[in-house]
DNA sequence: GCCAACGTTGGC
DNA sequence: GCCAACGTTGGC
């Protein structure tokens, strides 16, 4: 089993939004980097945790918890002309980008921001944190894991 | 294959 | 809105 950070821009999903979806189970669409489309190509499986971050909002942070609910499949978006996410070097016959179903499980409430998770020392070397990155997929440390959940009840 | 230019991400 | 960091594009 692995687990994963996956950012999300509230205003286009929020992890209210997911809880709220039939089965709480959103297509995590507009995936647009390789690096993020191979984590989920090659090495998400059903069950695996997800921690729900929200990006470019007023309060970055981690705001809910959730897992992977699908098998990889195509990104719909990308055949969309009118959407944001369409991808005129994309075909039907070669999807180039894919998506997982995630199922949201819980809000954290409050949220486990990220000025608080800079100042975790047992997370050093956590990707999220390392400087510049802009992953939007990026897998997380069994330990590291644990030690957000445990921290993320005690706050709750 | 190199690398400059450009576009995007995302915190602040 | 600013800007640092990074990924992608495209000329050569």
């Known amino acids: 089993m692995n687990y994963w950070l996956m950012k999300s821009e509230p205003e286009e999903v929020s992890i209210d939004d997911a809880l709220a979806a039939n089965g709480a189970t959103v297509p995590w669409f507009g995936v647009r980097n390789y690096t993020a489309r191979n984590f989920m190509r090659d090495r998400m499986r059903i069950g695996d945790g997800v921690l729900f971050y929200h990006s470019s909002c007023a309060v970055p942070g981690i705001y809910g918890v959730a897992e992977v609910a699908s098998e990889p ?4 978006t990308q055949f969309d002309p009118q959407s944001p996410y369409y991808d005129p070097k994309s075909s039907q016959d070669k999807p180039r980008w894919i998506l997982v179903d995630v ?6 409430d409050p949220p486990l921001t990220l000025a608080q998770l800079r100042q975790m020392p047992e997370l050093a070397g956590m990707t999220v944190l390392a400087r510049g990155n802009r992953l939007s997929i990026t897998p997380v440390d069994p330990e590291h894991w644990q030690r957000l959940i445990e921290r993320m009840k005690k706050a709750a």
């Open 73 to 76: 499949y195509p990104d719909d």
């Open 103 to 108: 199922r949201a499980l819980y809000k954290v």
